[in-house]
């Protein structure tokens, strides 16, 4: 079993920065992709980016040109790095992983989320 801890996550002014991270631990055959979602209050959970194991990279049209994710493989830890932060951007960030199972299929496991705060 995976598990996902995610951390970094507080409360920023708008055009702050902030940087989440979020590392597996457990039994890991192998990590296929990540991801970050995110929710807002009252509505739906939507993906913000993901990342491949070869690293394609893909970002919500809100996100694009601030937010940029990246992987370390070797830590089987995901990363957001944040910039020019909105008070749109305030939710509860979550981590996704897509693992694979000692049969050889795909397992997603969700991490408990950590709460970005923007004020204006």
């Known amino acids: 079993q995976v598990q996902l801890v995610e951390s970094g996550g507080g409360l920023v002014q708008a055009g702050g920065s902030l940087k989440l991270s979020c590392a597996a631990s457990?039994?890991?055959?192998?990590?296929?992709?990540w991801g970050w979602y995110r929710q807002a209050p009252g509505k739906q959970r939507e993906v913000v980016a993901t990342?491949?194991?070869?690293?394609?990279?893909n970002y919500a049209d809100s996100v694009k040109g601030r937010f940029t994710i990246s992987r370390d493989n070797a830590e089987n830890t995901v990363f957001l790095q944040m910039n020019n932060l909105k008070p749109e951007d305030t939710a509860v960030y979550y981590c996704?992983?897509?693992?694979?199972?000692?049969?050889?299929?795909?397992?997603?496991?969700w991490g408990q989320g950590t709460q970005v705060t923007v004020s204006s």
């Open positions: 996704n992983a897509d693992t694979w199972t000692y049969a050889g299929g795909i397992v997603k496991v």
């Open positions: 457990g039994i890991i055959y192998g990590i296929n992709a």
């Open positions: 990342i491949t194991s070869g690293g394609s990279t």
